[in-house]
Structure formats: C-alpha cells, structure tokens
C-alpha cells in the first residue's frame, strides 16, 4: 500500500532562517506530488506541483522553492523566512484518478 | 467568482440529526469531485468522491448536480464524531495539466 512521509511535524523558525520540509512517498512510482499552505482559518492554497523528477510547478510567487531530487521525494525550502511564511505545510500525491493523498502536515510559526 | 464555493459554517447540529451542505463550482469543464474531510489541525483525508449517479457510504451520500454545477454531502444520524470541516474538491484539465480546487470548507459541530 501507498503511504506518504512529511517532516518534521512541527518547527518554530525566527524570521530570517532558512527551511526545508521533506516528504517522500512509498509503494508507487512517478505520482504527481504537490505541497500547500494552510493560513490559520483559511483553506488550503496551491504552492508547487510536480509531474516528474526536476519538474516544479509554481503557482504563487514567493520566497519558497520546490525541488524534487528522486522520483518519490519532494523538498519545500525558504533561504529566508517571512512572518507571513507560518501555517500548516501539506505534501500529498496522486496518480491519474485524481484523489489526493495528504501527508500529517508541518506546522511551521515564524517568530 | 470563486471557482469553488461553500458555505464556512458553522453548522451547529444535534447529534441523530441529518445535515446537508452544498459546494458550487464555476467551470462547467470540471470532471471530478470528492469531498474531504479535515479534523482540527490534521490533514485532509478522504471522505468519498462524487459520481455522476450519486453515490452512498454508510451514513453518507454525495451527489453531482452538473446543470446546476454543485455537489451536495448528506450526513444521516449524525455522530459526535462526524464534527470536523468538510472540504469540497473539484478536478479539471486544463492545458494537460490537472488541476484541483479546494473548497476552504464548511465547519460542522455535532451537539450532544
């Protein structure tokens, strides 16, 4: 069976530092894999996708970047951070019918 | 317009009730749906997904209205443990790529 990795579940940052998030997934091969933010209160927003190894779909501009180094691997990361940057960091996967995946979540606050 | 819509809530329901919330959706070129579940401060997980013909789990049953673009979720005797936000998810293609909308959810409380 399927299970999705994502670490670490929680971190506090000062602003100004670096970040990286980790999420691999296990028991499939070349799935879609996508990272979001969840702010306090509000739903759940599109940061980056992924269709393949070295491709990354950004769809907001900001101070985060993706990367996908191995087929099942997924890394979110800030050189600096924001204020605005905290909230509830989701990876999740897929295949071709469309039902997402979610990973436990990190939840990240920025003093 | 927002391309997903949903009622926030709260839904405020006596447990044993019947609950029923809709989510609308914009693009008539949408394929898929699903409605997610979401404790407090956990991830989404999957509650069912949305056939055409409506389908029905246990206590629940989803069902499409594609001429009047929404989904609708009915919970039947309502537990205590159904209190959570429900999050609606339509799935499109666009421009090969696929393209998946969030619902920021509807909040529902299940009183006993």
């Known amino acids: 069976s399927q299970t999705i990795h994502q670490w670490p579940a929680t971190l506090v940052q000062p602003v100004g530092s670096p970040l990286s998030l980790e999420c691999t997934v296990e028991?499939?091969?070349?799935?879609?894999l996508y990272w979001y933010r969840q702010a306090a209160g509000r739903g759940l927003q599109l940061l980056f996708y992924?269709?393949?190894?070295?491709?990354i779909s950004s769809e907001v501009p900001q101070n985060l970047s993706a990367s996908r180094p191995q087929d099942r691997q997924f890394i979110l990361s800030s050189k600096k951070l924001l204020l605005s940057d905290s909230g509830f960091y989701l990876c999740?996967?897929?295949?071709?019918?469309?039902?997402?995946?979610f990973g436990e979540g990190s939840r990240l606050t920025v003093l | 317009r927002k391309e997903v819509e949903q009622d926030p809530g709260p839904f405020n329901v006596p447990e044993g009730a019947t609950v029923a919330f809709n989510c609308t959706y914009s693009?008539?070129?949408?394929?898929?749906f699903f409605w997610y579940r979401q404790d407090c401060r956990k991830e989404p997980k999957l509650l069912m997904s949305?056939?055409?013909s409506g389908n029905e789990d246990g206590r629940f049953t989803a069902q499409l209205n594609r001429a009047s673009q929404y989904i609708s979720l009915l919970i039947r005797d309502s537990k205590l443990s159904d209190s959570a936000t429900y999050l609606c998810?339509?799935?499109?293609?666009?421009?090969?790529?696929?393209?998946?909308?969030f619902g920021k959810g509807t909040r529902l409380h299940i009183l006993p």
């Open positions: 949305v056939y055409s």
């Open positions: 992924s269709v393949g190894i070295g491709q």
């Open positions: 693009n008539s070129a949408s394929q898929s």
């Open positions: 998810v339509v799935n499109r293609w666009m421009n090969r790529d696929d393209k998946i909308i």
């Open positions: 999740a996967w897929n295949n071709d019918t469309g039902e997402l995946f």
């Open positions: 028991g499939t091969s070349n799935p879609n």
